[in-house]
């Protein structure tokens, strides 16, 4: 029998909005591991996701709200099968 995980969604999960451009920011861990998963989701539903865990969830907030600052937001508008930060 496959071990089932919890998933727990931070409340700092988010929909964000910059020059017209929205994406959602998913910020989520199992229960059984303390770190944070971060995932970005645009508006046609591709998905990026950082390899690294991140300590805090507030860690993880942080890095996506760097990488818009630094890359913009549009930066995550990517094909589906292209992720990892």
Not at 72 to 77: C, P
Request: charged share 30%.
């Amino acid at each position: 029998m496959a071990d089932e995980y919890k998933i727990i969604t931070s409340p700092l999960s988010r929909k964000f909005t910059r020059d017209g451009v929205t994406i959602e920011i998913l910020i989520y861990r199992i229960d059984a591991d303390p770190s944070w998963q971060l995932e970005v989701i645009d508006a046609e539903g591709g998905s990026t996701v950082w390899e690294d865990l991140f300590e805090t969830e507030q860690d993880a907030l942080n890095e996506a709200y760097q990488t818009i600052a630094s890359e913009g937001i549009a930066s995550f508008r990517r094909d589906p099968e292209q992720k990892l930060h």
